[in-house]
């Protein structure tokens, strides 16, 4: 059973959106915060957005912000980031990590998913 399993990547014009989604299973949902990271072609994975257990608070990177939106459903085990007004630079694979709060060693990562912005 693969912990988390992200979807929703596709390609996409300039100016468009997408709704990444990343699915738990096999653990408790409601004990984890949850990030979303890129890697795009040649470059270093990057922290895009994070939000906590409890949903209240959230970050994002600067070069998203105002444009995507990371939130959580806990009677779906499911988190969410939406991406509008994609650009060109966000083009990359994503994914989505789960940290346990009261134990931050214990994580778990999901395969990635292919989001592809065209100009």
């Known amino acids: 059973q693969v912990p988390l399993v992200e979807s929703g990547g596709g390609l996409v014009q300039a100016g468009g959106s997408l709704r990444l989604s990343c699915a738990a299973s096999?653990?408790?949902?409601?004990?984890?915060?949850m990030s979303w990271y890129r890697q795009a072609p040649g470059k270093e994975r990057e922290l895009v957005a994070t939000?906590?257990?409890?949903?209240?608070?959230?970050n994002y990177a600067e070069s998203v912000k105002g444009r995507f939106t990371i939130s959580r459903d806990n009677a779906k085990n499911t988190w969410y980031l939406q991406m509008n007004r994609l650009k060109p630079e966000d083009t990359g694979v994503y994914y989505c990590?789960?940290?346990?709060?009261?134990?931050?060693?214990?994580?778990?990562w999901g395969q990635g998913t292919q989001v592809t912005v065209s100009s």
């Open positions: 939000i906590t257990r409890s949903g209240i608070s959230t």
């Open positions: 990590k789960a940290n346990r709060a009261s134990d931050w060693s214990t994580e778990y």
């Open positions: 096999g653990f408790t949902f409601s004990w984890y915060a």
